[in-house]
């Protein structure tokens, strides 16, 4: 497949992120305080008391995108299987 399909295939798949999205982090709330537990160091956290906030924020954030990704290429997989 080539990076126009890649693409293509990314921008279709965009309805099935929000739905994952909406699955894993049930508001917008919620995936921007993934969002803001990516980007702040775990010592801090730790220290705030917030260290598992953080460690279930990060682990739904990785998990989304891991599954982002593997959808788009399960599907470039069978577009290559039929059309091969």
Known sequence: ????????????????????GKLIFRTWDGFWESIRFWFTPDLFSAFNGEYWDDWIGEMKLGLWIACCVGCVYAEAYLIEKIIG
């Open 1 to 20: 497949m080539n990076t126009l399909g890649w693409i293509i295939l990314g921008g279709i798949n965009i309805p099935v992120y929000f739905g994952a």
